[in-house]
């Protein structure tokens, strides 16, 4: 018996820079991910997305991979520089056309396309011009988003604006370990304005030329934020945090503004005078669905020391804190098992959240558009990958999504990440996230056992036993 509603989505995800490879073909501009990772000592080991998986000339091997599989949607993002080289301007017809044979050869196999319009990859030239942290790039975004949906309208039907603007924002222009690795708190909390004003211009530009049965929704890496202890403190700590990490995008986009204390909380920092009179009310657009996005909680506490490392996802290590104006915030390693990131697996998390959302925002359909963990996979004798670990991860994440819906929350699709293993920004290649093994010396791909376990799941609608593709 299907244990998971009918119609659920059962994908994978990847993104543009992190698989396509291809850098310098068919009039591809610069994205920021091109000058960081040439940068050198930024990308561990000084590697690129140059080539990366060579997703561009083997999507359809990718594909046809995903089809035998059982997967029924994928998720992946357009590259922003392949279709507006500089960020402005028409659309390079080359760049469009490669979205548009991959959707055809999805379709071709029944495979729903998500697509993601923002993973990461400003044009270089739209950074140099003052990046997020600029007004302007918010409609620049928007104009990128309606060249896309003109070409592909019609046949996507599930569209993302942007992909975890906390990561773009915080990491990209606080910590520094992300592109443009910049180290501003300034920055980082302008550019996280503009990334929410952003999101409603685009919706409102898609929501023009898009066909009125397509849906759109933004993908928010949503952090389940927990307390040492419950002392007022601790929990003032737990507040702010959340706040930072969550309610600074959610609250604009889907409730029309930010976080009751967030503005006195960073006052040390900025008066956010940027923003202006009408942002939030264009910010806050009706949307179709919520993507979450999950790995790991964080875990805080109110200290007198500056905040320390935090395990949190995809902070690598850095001198400036992604965190603007928290410096008497502690962060620990939650208790438990740990990802080769260092993440903590905890499926309580993903379930607090999904039940959370399901509260504050009512009658929204969730999607998980991320979730998944990296291993030190290896082939065995035989070439085989024999990943139990991360099918243990995808059983547990997957039943705690199961125990969401059964407790009436609308869950519609999971999107493990990732399809394949490929560029894991800061780390490189160092870091496998993939159900697909790529050997990056030959880029063959090897499903590993928890593809065939996931494919499984796909097929039958329902979880199997956790030793059956080991
Ligand atoms: C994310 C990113 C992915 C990462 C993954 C693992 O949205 O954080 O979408 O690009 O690779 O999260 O760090």
């Known amino acids: 018996m299907s244990t998971f509603p009918p119609g659920f989505r059962w994908g994978a995800a990847t993104s543009a820079y992190q698989i396509e490879g291809a850098a310098r073909e068919d009039g591809r501009g610069r994205s920021i991910w091109d000058t960081f990772s040439h940068t050198p000592g930024k990308v561990d080991?000084?590697?690129?997305?140059?080539?990366?998986?060579d997703h561009y000339h083997r999507y359809r091997e990718d594909v046809a991979l995903m089809a035998e599989?059982?997967?029924?949607?994928?998720?992946?993002?357009?590259?922003?520089?392949?279709?507006?080289?500089?960020?402005?301007?028409?659309?390079?017809?080359?760049?469009?056309?490669?979205?548009?044979?991959?959707?055809?050869?999805?379709?071709?196999?029944?495979?729903?396309?998500?697509?993601?319009?923002?993973?990461?990859?400003?044009?270089?030239d739209l950074e140099d011009a003052g990046g997020w942290p600029e007004r302007d790039t918010a409609y620049r975004f928007a104009e990128y988003a309606a060249l896309v949906g003109e070409a592909l309208g019609d046949r996507v039907e599930q569209?993302?604006?942007?992909?975890?603007p906390w990561c773009g924002a915080f990491l990209g222009y606080g910590s520094g370990v992300h592109a443009p690795g910049r180290t501003d708190p300034v920055a980082a909390l302008r550019a996280a304005h503009h990334f929410n004003?952003?999101?409603?211009?685009?919706?409102?530009?898609?929501?023009?030329?898009?066909?009125?049965?397509?849906?759109?929704?933004?993908?928010?890496?949503?952090?389940?934020?927990?307390?040492?202890?419950?002392?007022?403190?601790?929990?003032?700590?737990?507040?702010?945090?959340?706040?930072?990490?969550?309610?600074?995008?959610?609250?604009?986009?889907?409730?029309?503004?930010?976080?009751?204390?967030?503005?006195?909380?960073?006052?040390?920092?900025?008066d956010w005078s940027f923003v202006r009179d009408q942002d939030l009310a264009t910010s806050h657009q009706r949307l179709d669905w919520l993507g979450l996005n999950y790995y790991t909680p964080a875990l805080v506490s109110a200290a007198d020391d500056p905040a320390s490392v935090s395990p949190m996802e995809g902070l690598g290590t850095s001198a400036h804190s992604?965190?603007?104006?928290?410096?008497?915030?502690?962060f620990h390693q939650p208790p438990g098992e740990q990802t080769a990131m260092g993440w903590t697996v905890d499926p309580s998390g993903l379930y607090d959240l999904l039940?959370?959302?399901?509260?504050?925002?009512?009658?929204?359909?969730?999607?998980?558009?991320?979730?998944?963990?990296?291993?030190?996979?290896?082939?065995?004798?035989?070439?085989?990958?024999?990943?139990?670990?991360?099918?243990?991860?995808?059983?547990g994440h997957l039943s705690a999504v199961r125990r969401a819906i059964r407790d009436g929350v609308d869950v519609r699709g999971y999107y493990l990440w990732s399809l394949m293993d490929n560029f894991e920004w800061a780390y490189g290649y160092a870091k496998r996230f993939g159900s697909v093994y790529v050997d990056f010396a030959t880029l063959d791909r090897t499903p590993k056992s928890s593809?065939?376990?996931?494919g499984r799941a796909a097929r039958n609608g329902s979880l199997p036993p956790v030793d059956d593709c080991v």
């Not at 080991?45 to 998986?53: F, I, K, L, R």
């Open 197 to 270: 004003l952003a999101h409603g211009l685009a919706t409102s530009a898609l929501r023009g030329v898009l066909p009125s049965r397509n849906s759109i929704a933004v993908s928010l890496n949503s952090v389940t934020v927990r307390s040492v202890t419950d002392s007022p403190e601790d929990q003032v700590a737990r507040r702010r945090i959340d706040d930072l990490a969550n309610g600074i995008f959610h609250g604009p986009m889907l409730h029309g503004a930010y976080p009751e204390h967030l503005f006195a909380d960073t006052a040390r920092v900025t």
């Open 159 to 164: 569209w993302i604006t942007i992909n975890e």
């Open 451 to 454: 593809a065939l376990w996931y």
């Open 69 to 124: 599989l059982g997967l029924n949607s994928y998720r992946f993002s357009v590259s922003w520089p392949r279709v507006q080289p500089t960020g402005r301007g028409p659309a390079d017809p080359r760049g469009l056309d490669f979205y548009c044979r991959l959707v055809d050869e999805l379709l071709g196999y029944g495979i729903k396309p998500t697509l993601t319009l923002y993973h990461w990859d400003l044009p270089q």
């Open 355 to 395: 039940l959370r959302y399901s509260r504050e925002v009512p009658g929204l359909p969730l999607y998980v558009t991320e979730n998944g963990a990296a291993y030190d996979d290896k082939p065995d004798q035989d070439g085989r990958v024999h990943d139990a670990e991360r099918i243990a991860y995808l059983n």
């Open 45 to 53: 080991g000084d590697e690129n997305g140059d080539v990366a998986v």
């Open 322 to 330: 992604p965190w603007p104006g928290v410096d008497d915030i502690s």
